[in-house]
Each structure stands twice: as structure tokens, then as C-alpha cells.
């Protein structure tokens, strides 16, 4: 039954494959029980999944939207905002094998980053024009629909999320808009559009989000992570019920694997194969058990791995039918299944991703592949220069992990760290006080809070 009409009302977006997990830590069920009216949006063929997830609350309402409602010049904004952000990151990954493979073309997409991007006000003209020529044929209705106070975009880079951002701005309501991810404001292109408000995770992001989103510091509101609230608040399974669940030995040690993932690299065969040599030959522990757990929106090929005992690979995120796992959902109970692997887990080995965060809020060491595997492919061919992107030298500048350039270097690393885990303890506290922010199991609660605060128009800027 939906909720009574005259209810004050927040439009909320849930359009990433990672959001709906930051939702269930307690954001929505703290704004709903308030009395206030949320309509969530979310993609028109995961509908379904949300009202079987969340249609329990009160005073929620969901819809589903399809992309393909908007035209064509949206599309040619989103495409243009990859050209005007002038960072190491962009230089590096338009030079890399995920960029421009046409020389002339990377030399005019860098030619107009650095050449116009850098400058703010040819930022600013940018947002203009593309608020002067943007339509807003697919979030129209529901405005007339349910005429909200405030609109809170949970990931201010999505197509979807900048057209509701603007559409609510041509009608003069708040916007607010959040950071989702530590790489987002030096790695994915400007911010097209510019909110009344900017939510981010942590005081790093805030300072970038002064410096290449032109946001105002007295804008911006530090949260700390809201999927984290779990890892305080939520209790670890047992260590039997966890092995059993993954099908291990509880009397065995874990080695949590995360890979690459094909989108950056065709290599976690080979480094596993090094790891399941090295327990081979003794060179590592032989009661060692290896954990795989793939990322939720990307899939693994796994060239060349050789079957092995005491090898178990785990695909978490909720499939919609046959889309790809790009499209996939991390649902609240694979963040919960997450935090029991960290936890269980002796060691992990990872790239550079956010796992080394979650693993510093347990205090888990992280060893990190640094190389090619066994066939070396260039600095810009392979991975190597991902090392060099702005958010992941914030990481290794805090020493919190193992980075390892070769075979031998990682094993070793991961023998050291097996033997003595309070090896880079003191880079993993640098970590959590820079990326965490704050590890209370309140960053949902502080949301909530700050969106009911400008609903009130009682705005306190911290």
C-alpha cells in the first residue's frame, strides 16, 4: 500500500550495483520510520529484487526506470566529462590498454584535458550548457507524482543519477548527491553535475571533491562509510558455521584470494598458480586453504589455472536472468559473507582495490600483486601502471600492504605475514584514520541524520 501523499518526500537513486548494499545498513529503514515518504528509484528490470528486499518498509515507494529513456545528447555529456578531467589517472589510463588504441585520438582527448579541463570555468561552462540542453523526459512524471522536498543521488557519476540531479535543479529543489567510490573524482571523468550539497566517505575525498568538483568545503559532508556499519554492528558467524558454509576446513588457515578480474587483467591463473606451487613445494604452509572470491560485477577466465585441493571459488552478487555480472546486485547478505571471509582469514591477497580497506578494518594483513604474472606486458599493456593512479598511491602511501613485483617477492610476503600478522599494523591504522574515517557503526545513522537536517533546513556544516 502506498504510503499517505502528504508525507514530505526524498527521491533516492540505487542505479549502481553496489549502492543497494549501503541502503540496507540502515539509511532507509532510519528515514522511513521517520514518517517521511522515500521513493526509491532503481533499474526498471531489478524492480522486482527491490521490492522483495526493501518492500517491507513503510512509506516506501519504488520505481523502475530504464536508461533507454534518455536521449541521445545525454549520452554526449556523459562521454564529453571523460575529457575534461586532467589527472594522472586519466593521462595514465588513456595511455593504457583500457584506453585510446588511436594515437591521434588519445593526443586530442589529453590535448583537451589539459588544455581546457584544468581550467575551472571552462568546467563550470560545461555543467551550463548541459543543464541548459539536458532533458528530463524520464524522471518528469514522478515529479508531478510526488512532488519531493530533497533528492539524494547515492553515486553522483551515473547517467541516470546526474539527469534526476539536474531535472531536480530545473525545478529549484535541493539536490544532494554522494561519492561512491574512492576513485570517482580522479578516475572516471569531472562531475557534470554540480549538487546543492556533496556527501563523501572520508576527508581525502572531501579535499578532492574541492579540488576537481568545484564543490564548495562548506558543502561537503563527511558520512565515513555506511556499508562498514556492519562490521561494528553486526556480530561475525562462528567459525564452524562460516567453513561449513564455504565448503572448507575450520581446522585449516585461510588465504583470501580477490582477483583482478578481466576488465583489468587475464592473470589470476598464474597467481594462483604461484601460490598453490609454493604450498606444493613447501614453501608455503601446507594447511593452507585458498578462498577465491570473484568481484561481484566482473567475471574471471582463470587462464591457465590447474585444478587444486583446497581451492574454493565463490561468486557472490544477485544475477538478473542472463545480463552479464556487470549488472549484478551486492546484495546486504554477500557484504555480510565479506566481512566473515576478511575475518576468518589469515592473510589476503589482492590488487589494489578496496578489499585492502575492508581488510584494514580488521586488521587483516593484505600482500598485493604489483605484476604481470609470468609474462611480463609492459607498463601500460598490463598493470603496473594502475600503481601510479592517484587513489591507489593514497593507499601504498600508507604502507599498510605487502607490494610485490615478482614471484618469489610474493610468496615470501605471504610467508612473512602468515608468520607474523602485525607486520604493516601501523600502515593499517594510517589506512583506516585516511579511508574509514570513522569505525563506529554509525555512518548510516549520520546520513540519515543530515538528510532529515536540510529537510528541516537546519543545515549545520561540518
Not at 515507494?61 to 566529462?81: A, D, K, M, Y
Not at 555543467?127 to 514522478?142: G, H, T, V, W
Not at 589455472?305 to 546486504?332: C, D, H, V, W
Request: aromatic share 12%.
Amino acid at each position: 500500500m502506498y504510503p499517505d501523499s502528504q508525507l514530505q518526500t526524498i527521491f533516492i537513486t540505487s542505479f549502481h550495483g553496489l549502492v543497494s548494499r549501503v541502503l540496507a545498513c540502515g539509511l532507509l529503514e532510519k528515514l522511513t520510520a521517520d514518517k517521511l515518504r522515500v521513493v526509491l528509484f532503481v533499474p526498471d528490470f531489478k524492480k522486482d529484487y527491490f521490492v522483495a528486499t526493501f518492500g517491507f518498509l513503510p512509506n516506501l515507494v519504488i520505481e523502475g526506470v530504464s536508461r533507454e529513456l534518455l536521449p541521445r545528447r545525454t549520452r554526449f555529456f556523459q562521454n564529453l566529462t571523460l575529457v575534461l578531467l586532467d589527472t594522472e589517472t586519466m593521462r595514465l589510463t588513456r595511455r593504457s590498454f583500457r584506453g585510446y588504441h588511436n594515437p591521434f585520438k588519445r593526443f586530442v582527448a589529453q590535448s583537451i584535458a589539459s588544455g581546457l579541463g584544468r581550467f575551472r570555468f571552462v568546467r563550470e561552462s560545461f555543467r551550463f550548457i548541459n543543464y541548459l540542453f539536458s532533458a528530463d523526459s524520464a524522471f518528469a512524471p514522478y515529479f508531478a507524482k510526488y512532488r519531493p522536498a530533497l533528492v539524494f543521488s547515492t553515486d553522483v557519476k551515473h547517467i541516470l543519477d546526474a539527469e534526476l540531479l539536474i531535472a531536480a535543479s530545473h525545478r529549484s529543489i535541493r539536490t544532494v548527491a554522494m561519492v561512491r567510490s574512492w576513485d570517482y573524482l580522479t578516475g572516471k571523468g569531472m562531475i557534470r553535475v554540480r549538487p546543492d550539497w556533496l556527501v563523501v566517505h572520508n576527508n581525502v575525498i572531501r579535499d578532492e571533491a574541492v579540488m576537481y568538483a568545484d564543490m564548495p568545503v562548506n558543502r561537503i559532508f563527511v558520512s565515513g562509510l555506511p556499508h562498514f556499519d556492519p562490521y561494528v554492528n553486526v556480530e561475525r558467524s562462528p567459525r564452524e558455521e562460516f567453513f561449513k558454509k564455504i565448503g572448507g576446513d575450520s581446522g585449516k588457515r585461510l588465504l583470501l584470494y580477490i582477483p583482478w578480474g578481466d576488465k583489468f587483467s587475464d592473470s589470476d591463473g598464474d597467481f594462483l598458480n604461484m601460490i598453490t606451487n609454493a604450498i606444493e613445494k613447501g614453501k608455503l604452509p601446507d594447511d593452507l586453504q585458498i578462498l577465491v572470491r570473484l568481484p561481484p560485477g566482473d567475471s574471471v577466465a582463470f587462464s591457465g589455472l590447474r585444478p587444486r585441493p583446497n581451492l574454493i571459488i565463490e561468486a557472490p552478487g544477485k544475477m538478473f536472468g542472463s545480463r552479464s555480472r556487470k549488472a549484478n546486485e551486492m546484495t546486504y547478505e554477500d557484504l555480510l559473507h565479506l566481512a566473515d571471509s576478511i575475518y576468518w582469514s589469515d592473510i589476503i591477497v589482492s590488487p589494489p582495490s578496496t578489499v585492502p580497506i575492508d581488510a584494514a578494518a580488521f586488521d587483516k594483513p593484505v600482500v598485493m600483486m604489483a605484476f604481470d604474472g609470468y609474462k611480463d606486458k609492459g607498463y601500460y599493456g598490463g598493470i603496473r601502471h594502475s600503481f601510479d593512479f592517484c587513489h591507489i598511491k593514497k593507499l601504498t602511501n600508507t604502507h599498510s600492504t605487502a607490494f610485490t613485483q615478482n614471484e618469489e617477492e610474493l610468496v615470501r610476503a605471504i610467508d612473512e605475514r602468515l608468520k607474523d600478522p602485525t607486520l604493516d599494523s601501523a600502515g593499517r591504522e594510517r589506512l583506516r584514520q585516511e579511508q574509514v574515517y570513522k569505525l563506529d557503526g554509525k555512518s548510516s545513522e549520520r546520513l540519515a541524520d543530515f538528510l532529515r537536517t536540510l529537510l528541516e533546513e537546519r543545515v549545520v556544516f561540518i
